[in-house]
């Protein structure tokens, strides 16, 4: 691999892709997880288990150490049911990189440096390669709303936006923390959930609105507004999705 971007890549194939190759003019998004089980072995064996069903491109080990799962032109099989503005089933469409993490049903913890230090270098290494927008740098949870939490509220997005690496708003959050919890209008929460889809989360159609709108704003807040997921909407929430909108 590229040792402009000092990455050390160690290839540990699963057999869990589909075939032929993908064009690389297909590769427009990369989607991040966590591995969400205890042992960093026992995650690395399912994401290499044929049975299991399920894998990723890369697999970011505690100790920062990067293995390469699938080759980046095939699918893995990393993102399950998920949408994101046009599209469905991302996996077609993206490389998947997990994090090792034992996950919010495990003791969730924030991530190591070493996990953020190699994977910001992976990060400038795919986007470079494959021509990726910041704006499409992705978490689970943002395309699978109903079904994920990962990477969650101890990842580290904004850091990642500061190093151009996904999109993030301008805001001051000194002074838009004022407006935490504050009430707002019925119109203005119809506005914040137009503003949802217009950023790119998708309604999910099996579920009653109030339940759908519920697990959007918990994607929204575990990206955008980490230090309370409350799943309720307030102003400051309202003012970040339209600075988003904006950006």
Known sequence: MSSKFGLNLTRNYSHNFSIPKRSKKKLNYLIIHYTGMRSEIDAIRKLCDSRSKVSSHYFIKNNGNILNLVPDLYEAWHAGISSWKNLNSLNKYS????????????????FSSKQITSLVKLLNYLKKKYNIKNKNILGHSDIAPNRKKDPGEKFPWKMLAQKKLCFWHNLSEKKIIKHRKSKIKTYEKKEFINNLYKIGYCRIRKLNLSKNNQYLIQAFQRRFRQDLVDGKIDKECLLISKNLLKS
């Open 95 to 110: 490389i998947g990189i997990e994090i090792h993490n034992q996950g919010h049903d495990h003791g969730y913890k924030s």
